[in-house]
């Protein structure tokens, strides 16, 4: 045997192994025996594991090659070494030449039917990816026209991804080793000849590894890519320019801040022209062009809010050729040179510009505005011909990847324009086009042929796809989207509008109906799931007289007629829908009719649409009636409707189930009595269903609902009680293997819902059987969420019954408060992962606030193993343990120091990232009260703490691109705690008064203004029903934002309980700033402030 020498995976300086000798046996299966000496080691011997017989290479009975990955330990430290192995007949090939037959015979491998051959292949693979060569091979194979066409597909696959893994190391995917310079100025040169190759998947996988590479490397270390691609574009060649622009559509994607303004003047100049040149360029090539040039317009506005100055030199001086090419492109029909896709692209990039850039697109909106409203009336005509009724065909274009590219793309452009116009000045110009927009959403809003075998075949699908948080996206979501998004910005003019479009629409549907035409109906069922979805605007405007519209009329002449016809279940669905959502503008005998009719569409012999169009319309008037204190009206109906909803249950699972258990929560929200009466039913269902789809969150949430609802009526309590604690003692008490996975986790959770909704004192039940089961289940696990949900449990328990579990005590004499404390003992354990520790901080400060002086020395011992849970904590979320911090003053820390310097560390570090409206607050007033501590006590403990500051720029280095950052890490200035401190409160100010005038702002769009002549809109009326409806609403994610955590913070009633919660943060914040600039040593602070927390302090007069 020969034996070759083999790289380690770390970088060149350390470690390089040399194999000095080697024995092998029988090289059939017999393992090898290497000894290996390396550089600063001393020698050791290894024996490596045979290879199965199909990795061996074996080419006419002689190895040809072996690879084996091996692991040495030296130095304490391990390290992958790829030894080859040769055979010695004559003729042997060079070392280079074997690596690159080893590749090939793996790639071979991998294609093999055979999974054992496969498997090794792949195996064998993951050896030879360690080599240095492995690229630059991998490229060789790529691009030669002379090799097999799956090898090159293959070898084009694997390359790009060995680009993302090994090229850079500052890469997310990155893994050792990275590739060597020599190795990648191989594979630079070698790659650019694949873009011109004739096989589209080659040249794409080529296309991708060239842009991927180009991210890293472009301009320092490949300087010359940008001319080569140039002269593919210009070459006139498909292949080349199609590789061209694969390359660049890519790379313009995954762009830097810091490489556009060297991109942005080379390619948006050859963009325009391919774009332009019509006759030259085929339309998928075009396409992508605009798609390009979108894609910068997006980067170089963000840039812009960075700094000033980007747009105007790098894209603002082709706006306007650019524009004037879109205009005429929307305006010519479909054929050679347009196509549905193109128009789509083209929408794209005019409302990226429109969106970023207003000011720059006043003088085109003229010609743009009439142009896109064309494309949006002609639009719905061909799209009701060819989706809506199929009564004509149609074939979609195609994308050179492949990718049908359906007319509802250019739909979807067409919403996204008019959604982008009412976010800026344009706004008052979808006003003026309301009446006739809302009559054309309506048509777009229709059922199609495909969604009505789609729904028929499958009832979940149904339920899935009509949800209002559907994660589908088709036509008639989008366009019922940009209804309620129109409707929220014009509530006055939509209800007119609405009105007048419905009845025009009510009126051509007879038209057609009395002319014998069979989709009459589907204009019926859209026009009733628009008025059902903006009611509140409707009713409201009919009641107030601002809108003209028959509404005793619509409710019986339509919905109810709509009712006696056997047309189609989905209409006499969303009929029931509909009616459910208008039962303010209803006698109680109209509502009765049309609740008989919905508790008969539950019964079997209806379609499964019907019956799942009742269960949403059961929730409707629970809901409505409730809000209008009207549900005795449906007392009579609620023992059928009980009944039909858990049959329907039993026949159904996934979303029609969800929807049930949705459904019959807000049932049992309706009449207490009733409920009582009904536990019997409810219970044992829940239970039942939570048991058979335990490994399903949704249902085990929903389950949680109904138990809540049944856990705060107290004529349930006791039965429910009885049913359901010893099944969750059973479950916590059984052995891990015995119980399906999450089933005791679940069930913990449940039981603190029951918990927190029971009044106190809590029963026997909970307290000596459930409170025990719990605690010890929690104590003996290994599972991180049984351990968190655990320790929430008993934060429930410490928050609703103190006294009752301090006075509990098992066989062994150990309370209630022990156990407490034995639990916050191991969530805090250093050992545990610090996932366990997620929510500690909440069940420690329950049980101070609680208990403080019962705690007696086991407070002392509680913070000691805080201070050593945060050491090895490097998530924020563990750290969200503020209110405590000021007890670790007199602790040791980790490094000898007071414990004081490292917890201050940290939580500076890391103050920016505590997410939560809660957390924001108290962390922020812990800082005032620390500074006004450390100041007015002169605290030399605080005072001598040093901490990072800003960070330092240096303004000679120019743009800062990757290699620049790796050579160069970031540097911190090194300022004082206390200094530090005010520096984040002035932050944390700054973020409160944005995230406040953020919603100021939304209060005054909703309220309007009196200006007429103001460019925004007059809106009289409020919100309601539209809010947060919107299946497009972006979600600010500034954490003092209250929507955003709305729902975790006001389920739990011990943060609602902490006066914190309460308080206005800027008003709080401001007071103390400005009582902060009255100290002596405000001026020695104000000095280490940057230009923006200046500008802070100047807002509120400092």
């Given amino acids: 045997m020969q034996l070759l020498e083999g790289e380690p995976t770390r970088n060149n300086n350390v470690l390089h192994a040399n194999v000095t000798g080697a024995s092998c046996s029988q090289a059939s299966a017999s393992p090898m025996t290497l000894v290996l000496n390396l550089r600063g080691a001393a020698s050791c011997s290894l024996r490596v594991p045979a290879l199965p017989p199909c990795v061996l290479g074996l080419a006419g009975g002689v190895w040809r090659a072996l690879l084996y990955s091996i692991e040495v330990f030296p130095a304490g430290v391990w390290h992958r070494i790829c030894i080859m192995a040769q055979g010695m007949p004559p003729g042997l090939p060079t070392v280079q030449a074997g690596l690159r037959e080893a590749l090939l015979e793996t790639l071979s491998g991998i294609l093999s039917p055979g999974h054992e051959v496969r498997a090794a292949a792949e195996e064998q693979l993951k050896v030879l990816e360690v080599t240095e060569e492995f690229g630059v091979h991998l490229a060789e194979l790529t691009v030669d026209p002379h090799g097999a066409l799956a090898i090159r597909q293959l070898a084009s696959v694997v390359l790009k991804q060995y680009v993302e893994n090994h090229w850079c190391s500052h890469s997310e995917k990155f893994r050792l080793p990275e590739t060597s310079e020599r190795a990648k100025a191989a594979i630079r040169q070698l790659l650019p000849r694949g873009l011109r190759e004739s096989i589209s998947k080659v040249r794409s996988s080529v296309a991708y590894a060239v842009s991927a590479i180009a991210h890293w490397d472009w301009p320092e270390a490949w300087p010359q890519l940008f001319n080569l691609l140039m002269e593919m574009l210009v070459s006139g060649e498909v292949n080349a320019v199609h590789g061209a622009m694969r390359v660049l559509t890519e790379f313009t994607r995954e762009v830097t801040d810091t490489q556009m303004p060297l991109v942005a003047p080379v390619i948006l100049p050859e963009m325009y022209k391919i774009f332009t040149m019509s006759e030259v360029y085929g339309i998928r090539t075009r396409s992508r062009a605009v798609e390009i040039f979108t894609t910068c317009a997006h980067m170089i506005c963000t840039m812009e809010e960075m700094e000033k100055g980007v747009a105007h030199a790098l894209i603002l001086p082709v706006i306007q050729q650019f524009t004037e090419a879109f205009v005429q492109a929307l305006q010519m029909p479909d054929g050679p040179t347009s196509d549905s896709g193109l128009k789509m692209e083209v929408l794209k990039a005019v409302t990226a510009l429109v969106k970023n850039f207003p000011k720059h697109m006043v003088s085109s909106m003229q010609q743009i505005l009439p142009i896109v409203w064309n494309t949006l009336t002609e639009s719905a005509a061909f799209y009701v011909r060819t989706e809506v009724n199929d009564t004509e065909e149609i074939e979609d274009p195609v994308d050179s990847d492949g990718e049908v590219l359906g007319f509802e793309n250019l739909v979807f452009s067409i919403f996204e324009f008019v959604h982008t116009l009412l976010e800026n000045k344009f706004k008052g110009t979808v006003k003026k086009a309301l009446p006739e927009l809302i009559y054309y959403i309506i048509l777009y809003m229709q059922i199609t042929e495909e969604q009505i075998k789609v729904w028929t075949a499958n009832p979940q699908q149904f339920v899935e796809d009509e949800d209002d948080d559907t994660f589908s996206y088709t036509v008639r979501i989008a366009a019922q989207d940009l209804l309620l998004a129109v409707s929220s910005e014009f509530q006055n003019e939509s209800a007119v509008a609405l009105a007048a479009a419905a009845t025009r629409h009510f009126q051509e549907a007879e038209q057609i109906k009395n002319q014998g035409g069979e989709h009459w109906w589907k204009v019926h069922e859209a026009c009733l799931l628009a008025l059902g979805s903006v009611k509140s605007i409707l009713t409201e405007g009919v009641q107030s007289g601002r809108v003209q519209f028959d509404m005793p009329g619509f409710l019986t002449g339509v919905i109810l007629a709509d009712l006696n016809l056997s047309v189609s279940p989905f209409l006499l669905g969303r009929s029931l829908w509909a009616a459910s959502r208008f039962t303010a503008a209803m006698s109680p005998e109209l509502i009765q009719q049309f609740l008989q009719a919905t508790v008969s569409g539950l019964h079997d012999n209806q379609p499964p649409s019907v019956r799942i169009s009742a269960v949403r319309a059961i929730w409707g008037y629970c809901d409505q009636l409730k809000i209008s204190e009207s549900t005795h009206v449906l007392q009579p109906f609620l023992p059928s409707i009980v009944d039909g909803l858990i049959h329907l249950a039993a026949q159904f699972t996934s979303e029609v189930l969800n929807l049930v258990m949705e459904t019959l929560c807000i049932v049992c929200s309706v009449d207490p009595v009733f409920t009582a009466n009904a536990e019997s039913k409810i219970c044992p269902f829940t239970i039942a269903i939570f048991l058979k789809y335990s490994n399903d969150p949704v249902v085990a949430s929903l389950a949680q609902d109904i138990f809540k609802e049944l856990a705060q009526i107290e004529g349930c309590q006791s039965a429910m009680q009885m049913r359901l604690i010893p099944t969750l003692v059973s479950i916590m008490q059984a052995p891990p293997e015995k119980i399906p996975s999450g089933l005791c986790a679940t069930s913990i959770d449940i039981l603190t819902t029951v918990v927190r909704n029971t009044k106190p004192p809590l029963s026997e039940l909970l307290i000596c059987q459930a409170f025990p089961a719990v605690a010890q289940c929690t104590l003996r696990t290994d599972d991180n969420t049984i351990m968190q949900n655990g320790g929430e449990c008993l934060r429930a328990y410490v928050s609703v019954a103190l006294q009752q579990i301090a006075q509990w005590q098992d066989d062994q004499g150990h309370s209630g408060l022990w156990y407490v404390m034995q639990v916050v003992s191991q ?109 007015t006590m002169d605290d030399k403990r605080l005072q001598d703490i040093k901490v990072k500051g800003d960070e330092i720029f240096d303004l000679q280095e120019g743009i800062r691109t990757r290699s620049k950052t790796s050579r ?65 609403d972006i979600i600010s994610c500034n954490k003092f934002d209250e929507d955003y955590y709305e729902d975790d913070e006001e389920d739990d ?24 600039a009255q100290q002596p040593c405000f001026s020695a602070f104000s000095n280490h402030l940057n230009d923006n927390e200046r500008r802070i302090l100047q807002s509120i007069g400092i």
Avoid at 968 to 973: K, S
Avoid at 985 to 996: D, G
Avoid at 1060 to 1076: A, G, P, S
Wanted: glycine share 6%.
């Fill in 968 to 1032: 160069n890490p970031q540097r911190f200035t090194t300022i004082p705690l206390l200094v530090k401190i005010y520096k984040l409160i002035v932050n944390e100010l700054s973020s409160v008064i944005e995230a406040n005038a953020t919603r100021n702002t939304e209060e005054e769009w909703a309220q309007g203004n009196d200006d007429a002549n103001d460019m925004w809109e007059d809106e009289d009326d409020e919100d309601e029903g539209l809010a947060g409806q919107l299946l497009s």
């Fill in 827 to 935: 969530l805090l354990d250093p050992r545990t992962s610090e996932f366990t520790a997620t929510f500690v901080g909440r069940l420690v400060s329950t049980l101070i606030s609680k208990a403080g002086r019962e705690l007696g020395e086991n407070l002392d011992q509680i913070l000691r193993a805080i201070l050593s849970k945060m050491q090895q904590a490097e998530t924020l979320s563990v750290m969200q343990l503020e209110p405590l911090l000021e007890f670790l003053c007199s602790l040791p820390g980790p490094t000898g120091k007071p414990a004081l310097e490292f917890v201050m560390s940290e939580w500076m570090s890391r103050q920016h990232l505590f997410y939560g409206q809660y957390e924001g607050k108290v962390s922020s007033v812990a800082l005032c009260k620390i500074l006004q501590f450390g100041i």
């Fill in 1053 to 1076: 009633p011990d943060v609602l309980k902490d006066p914190l919660y309460q308080i206005d943060l800027q008003t709080y914040l401001t007071e103390f700033l400005q009582q902060f």
